[in-house]
């Protein structure tokens, strides 16, 4: 009996599942785990109605896929129903490999692997128990298959991974200026000699997608008060490994245990609530710094942060260090964990990176920045760098 399953989302409406292979990888304990992955990590905590998962994400991803890949289909562009499969496995599992609290605790708990690795390393799990069926998807991931633009659909600067992103944390976050016009950008979407690029007629758009990136770090991913929220957690997690705290499985294995004795079985069985339950625990520990740490996490009593156009001052860093230590009393060094400066940092555009190119009628291709439009060029002018330091509230 053919599979015919239907998901309603909040964002996009009803999302069809009409693929046999693919019913089955949803319902793969490694991709049901994202239902246990906060999206947004701690930005809940300033824009309360931003709690969705990792899996609401994935699912709008490969819905945003499906349309693309229709529209593609429907410009002539050669697809076959086996690549079109591999394509929207590709785009499911592309954030697979995210560990607790997405990207707020991804260099913490598996220190140098980043979640794509880990992601591939599931779906060559996955392509084993389902008898080599994922090779393509595979290829499509890695970006070593021959049509390069549906690599690029899933992974660029244009991909439906961003367009999903944009669109879904703005709708859960109540931050309308981070909305973007993607059904109209998938209608503009074109291939010309194997690469995926906007037609002419789709700079709007493109220009309405670059501005909405840019105010969303400004207003949301950047915020202050997310800032604080994530270090403080990241800090939890080092405070921990620093101490040898000790807390239920899996995740005492990252905390106590080398990296490279952890397996990926461990891996997927980790997630956000082994991380709050391990809060909830040191919250009474004996350590003052980890309990500190982890009250503020779970009651909301967060570090203040001010942000600087400059370097903090060294010896404004100090200050604050001395006045924490005395009024805590604690060391100049345990001070150091809640007293601290970093810098936050974003690009609208990676210029290096696969460049959007729009293709014009006369046959003629130009690279986003290469666009005679005042608000494309303000819009991709430098990075979002902000300075920062955070500091109890004594």
């Not at 989302?9 to 239902?35: C, M, N, S, W």
Request: glycine share 4%; with cysteine.
């Amino acid at each position: 009996m053919p599979v015919h399953k239907i998901i309603n989302d909040p964002v996009y409406g009803f999302i069809t599942i009409d693929d046999e292979l693919i019913f089955k990888i949803i319902a793969h304990p490694y991709y049901q785990r994202l239902r246990r992955i906060q999206q947004m990590a701690m930005a809940h905590l300033v824009y309360p109605g931003a709690v969705h998962t990792r899996l609401h994400h994935s699912l709008g991803a490969y819905h945003l896929m499906c349309i693309a890949l229709q529209e593609l289909t429907r410009k002539g562009v050669e697809i076959t129903q086996q690549e079109q499969q591999a394509a929207k496995i590709a785009i499911l599992l592309h954030d697979v490999g995210h560990g607790p609290y997405s990207h707020a605790l991804e260099q913490v708990l598996a220190e140098g692997v980043h979640h794509e690795k880990i992601s591939l390393l599931i779906i060559e799990e996955l392509n084993k128990i389902y008898d080599g069926k994922l090779q393509m998807a595979l290829e499509i991931f890695n970006d070593t298959y021959h049509k390069k633009f549906l690599h690029q659909l899933v992974s660029g600067q244009l991909d439906v991974d961003r367009m999903d992103y944009l669109t879904r944390d703005s709708f859960f976050s109540g931050v309308i200026e981070g909305y973007v016009a993607y059904d109209r950008i998938l209608k503009m979407i074109t291939v010309y000699n194997g690469e995926l690029m906007i037609e002419e007629k789709g700079i709007y758009s493109i220009e309405k997608f670059l501005i909405a990136r840019r105010l969303m770090y400004r207003q949301v991913y950047l915020h202050k008060t997310v800032v604080s929220a994530e270090q403080m957690l990241q800090r939890i997690i080092k405070r921990a490994k620093h101490i040898n705290a000790l807390c239920q499985e899996p995740l005492n294995s990252f905390i106590n245990t080398p990296l490279q004795n952890v397996t990926l079985e461990q891996f997927c069985c980790l997630d956000d609530a082994d991380v709050m339950m391990a809060i909830k625990t040191w919250c009474t520990h004996t350590d003052k710094i980890l309990a500190l740490l982890c009250n503020g996490i779970l009651n909301r009593k967060l570090l203040k942060v001010k942000y600087f156009s400059e370097f903090i001052n060294e010896s404004f860093l100090n200050q604050k260090q001395v006045e924490a230590s005395e009024k805590l009393n604690i060391s100049i060094e345990e001070a150091t964990w809640l007293v601290f400066a970093g810098e936050a940092t974003s690009s609208t555009y990676d210029f290096d990176n696969t460049p959007i190119n729009i293709l014009y009628k006369d046959g003629s291709i130009k690279n986003v920045s290469e666009v005679d439009d005042a608000l494309i060029n303000e819009s991709l002018r430098g990075n979002i760098k902000k300075y920062y330091i955070c500091y109890p509230s004594l």
